[in-house]
Structures are given as C-alpha cells and as structure tokens.
C-alpha cells in the first residue's frame, strides 16, 4: 500500500503484486494472471456491481437534491454548537445508514461540521473523529438492515442477508456509538480546561484531488471526483421528504429480504443456465438492490424538479461507481493469486489453528487482510473467498449460526481497515483541513477502539448464546 498511499492506482499494483508473489513461488505468471486474476476480480464485478451502481447513483441523487445538506442543516438548527460533536454524528449516522455514501457525507458534512464547531469552541482536531463515528463505525457494520457493500459481502458466502444477527449487531452499535462519544466528550472538556479553541484555518482539500481518489475508490464505493459533477438544487427539501428516501431503502429492505423473497419458488436457480446457485446466495443482493432501487425512485418522484440536470447527476452517480468496484475487484483478484500459492496453507494452518473457534480465526483474518489492503470489503472478499468455506464447515459443526459469522466478519472488516493508509481517512482529514499528526490519534480510538471492543462483544455473546 505504500505506493497506492502516494497516488499510484490500485488497478496497476493490484495484478504486478500478484505476479511478483507467484513469481517467487516459481508459479506460472500468465496462467495465474488470466485463470486466477481475472476470474476471481470478473467474479466480484458480476456478483455486487448492481450494488456499487446502484448506491453511487443514490448517494449522488441525494446530494444534487439538496437531501443530505437539508439533513445536515436540520441537525445543525435542532442541536446547534452546543452539541456540535453529537450534530454531525447523527448527521453523518442518518445518511450512511440510509444507503448514501460516506464520501458524498464527508464533503456536506465537514462545512456543516467546521461552523459547528467553530460556533462552539470545538477544537477543529475533533472533527474528523466524530464524522469517522458517524459515517464509518456502527452503521458500515453494526446496525442491521444497513445497506453498506460491507454489509453485503458476506451474504453469498453465509446465505444470509443484511439483516443477520440484529440482536448482536444492536449491541455492538451501542458499543461503538457509547464509547465514541464517550471519548469525544472528554477529549472536548479536556481541551475546554486547557483554554483551547477552535484553533488556525486549513485549507480544505477538494474532491478531485488525484491522490485522494486512488485510495478513496480502493476504501469504498464512491469516487469522490465525480462529486464535482453534475448541478447541486438551489434550494433543499423539506426534512421529511429529505429523509423518505433513506427510510424507504432500510423498510424495503426489511420486506423484501425477511418477507417477500422467501415467499416465492426460486428453484430454477439450481439450474445450470442460472449458475447453479440459490435464493439465500442471491436474495441478500436482489434485496439491497431493490431497496436502493426503491430510495431513487421515491427521491426522483419527491425532488424530481430540484434536480437542474438530472442527466448529469445521474451520468456522475453511475460513473462514481465504476473506478471503486474495480479497484477493489483487482484487490480480489491480488488474493486469489495468493490463496493459491502453495505457502498460502501455512497462513490458512495459522489462522484455522488459533484458539477460539471459528469466530476468533474470522476476526483475526479479516483484521489483518482489511490493514494490509487498507479497504473494509477487498480485506474481508479475499479472506472470505479463501477461507469462507471452511468457516462454514466449522460453524456446522459446532451448531453455530452462520449469521453470527456473517456479522463478526463486517465488524471485523471495519476495524484495522482504518489505518493512516487508509482513503477513507486520508480524505476525511484532507477535506476537514487536518493532518494525521492532529487528528488521527481521536480516529483511532473512534473508529478503531470502539469496533474492536464491539467485535469482542459479539464474539463473546455469539459464542455463548449464538445469534439473536
């Protein structure tokens, strides 16, 4: 990740990596670059493209319509700087949970954050940690029912669907949201004792810087240079038809995967001509599909004349998602090369041998494909794809429930992923005008801290009690 840290793309180190290592392995390196590579990145664009496309062109829908900024204005006059640190949490909570991208959040939020704060006296060093607790911890992995692609990830491996272990994943969002603004409250009356203020004026980086969108695109779903595109409305909505949409995509969502789906004969599937697959590798997909399908469609019919160029907007969305399913599918494509390497079944004797169970052996290999990739869903892809099915085998012979595994696998994902190389923080930090230096110690204890005390909850609840 060092050279992506500084700008190189994903698409190009992704497969000279991949040769490099079969090339110490005495391996083939065509072979290996069009019989593993490419299947196995070809394998993830087929299986969630629907899911970036469709979730880029939400979160950009609902910027252009003045959404967000209605939301982010609302939580502003209802909270105002007194609890600015608790305004952009919610805020950011609010629009992630509802399908919009965390890059479309950062770019709204951090101007509403930066006057929040500056209005309250708030150091400006916090601000990247509450926005990281708002848009990146509990509704990426925790909350049930969140349409993120970490959340999907999962689904085809578990036969599950975003939806899996609620009870377990209630809990650990609490987790992460107490402790988060636990911190964040100390660390505002530490500072408040010391006589600190908002402190200097940074610039802010933009959305189209080239350094920023090779590691934002390989972090998550969105292309932040595409925010720049398109024409943003004169004048936001009402705050209920703001939040509708969000609340359409998690209610649809709900009906469709627990309800609706499982309603109908979906045997044909196992025919050959349909890929041989099932209603529970595929219905979690076809659900959060359908449920941000949902979100447009009911922002369109809402906000339909506060779109100046609809085609625009909707030619940015869809555009934002193409570079970020195919860097992480190329990251898919690095860890298909490696898993088949002959040294891999050392790592995988490793992983499988540590104490704990299957749930131990999950965490800790998602945690460290997640910090080494810097990106939640190529870390945990490559670790699922690889040792997936023999997780499967594991929980079946001990009665665990593959939900179980499903949720400590994306809470997994959002931990380590949050290392300084990350792009989902080098951003934040950018576009709120912070360094790494200032504000990446309160990121950690947010956004690292906070899931792993989460994970460790459910594990210890999952396997006591099982999933709920």
């Known amino acids: 990740m060092a050279l992506a840290f500084r700008g190189w793309t994903i698409l190009l180190l992704a497969p000279a990596a991949a040769l490099i290592a079969a090339a110490f392995s005495g391996e083939p390196l065509l072979a290996h670059w069009t019989q593993t590579f490419m299947p ?11 899911l970036f496309l469709l979730g880029a062109l939400f979160g950009k829908l609902m910027d252009d319509s003045g959404s967000v900024t209605a939301i982010a204005d609302f939580m502003t006059e209802k909270l105002g700087p007194s609890r600015a640190v608790l305004a952009v949490v919610l805020a950011g909570a609010l629009v992630t949970y509802g399908g919009v991208s965390l890059f479309v959040a950062f770019f709204v939020i951090a101007p509403m954050g930066l006057a929040l704060f500056r209005a309250g006296a708030v150091p400006r060093r916090l601000l990247p940690a509450a926005i990281a607790l708002g848009t990146s911890t509990f509704t ?20 599950t669907t975003a939806f899996a272990a609620p009870g377990l994943g209630v809990i650990a969002a609490v987790v992460m949201f107490g402790f988060g603004m636990w911190w964040l409250s100390f660390r505002v009356k530490q500072a408040a004792a010391k006589g600190e ?11 189209g810087e080239v350094a920023l969108r090779e590691l934002a695109t390989t972090a998550r779903e969105f292309d932040p240079s595409e925010i720049e595109h398109g024409e943003k409305a004169s004048t936001a909505p009402s705050i209920a ?22 309603s109908f004969d979906f045997s044909f599937l196992e025919l050959p001509e349909w890929g041989g697959t099932s209603l529970t590798a595929v219905g979690g997909v076809w659900a959060v599909a359908l449920a941000l399908f949902s979100g ?19 030619d940015a969305g869809s555009n ?27 790592v995988q004797d490793w992983v499988l041998g540590i104490g704990g169970g299957p749930l131990v052996s999950l965490a800790v290999a998602t945690n460290i494909l997640s910090a080494l990739t810097g990106s939640a869903s190529g870390g945990m892809t490559i670790a699922l794809e690889a040792l997936g099915p023999t997780f499967m085998e594991l929980a079946g012979q001990i009665g665990l429930d593959p939900s ?27 576009v709120c005008g912070c360094s790494h230096k200032d504000s990446y110690f309160d990121v950690v204890m947010v ?22």
């Open 241 to 262: 038809v703001a939040v509708l949409p969000l609340i359409v995509v998690v209610i649809v969502n709900l009906i469709l995967s627990q309800f609706v789906l499982p």
């Open 296 to 314: 447009i469609i009911v922002l369109l019919a809402f906000s339909f004349r506060r779109l100046p160029t609809l085609r625009d907007s909707m």
């Open 140 to 159: 990426m992995s925790a909350l049930p029912g969140t349409p993120s692609i970490q959340n999907a990830i999962p689904m085809p491996f578990f036969g």
């Open 320 to 346: 934002a998602s193409v570079l970020p399913i195919m860097s992480v599918a190329s990251l898919v494509g690095f860890g298909a090369v490696v898993a088949a390497l002959p040294a891999f079944q050392l």
């Open 197 to 207: 203020g908002f402190g200097g004026e940074e610039e802010a980086a933009g959305p």
């Open 447 to 468: 956004g690292v801290v906070s899931a792993m005390l989460a994970l460790i909850t459910v594990i210890v609840l999952g396997s006591m009690v099982g999933s709920f």
């Open 404 to 430: 179980v595994l499903h949720r400590v696998a994306v809470i997994s994902s959002g931990t380590l992923d949050s290392l300084p190389h990350n792009g989902a923080v080098v951003t934040m930090l950018a």
């Open 40 to 50: 196995a990145a070809a394998g993830f664009v087929a299986q969630f493209f629907p």
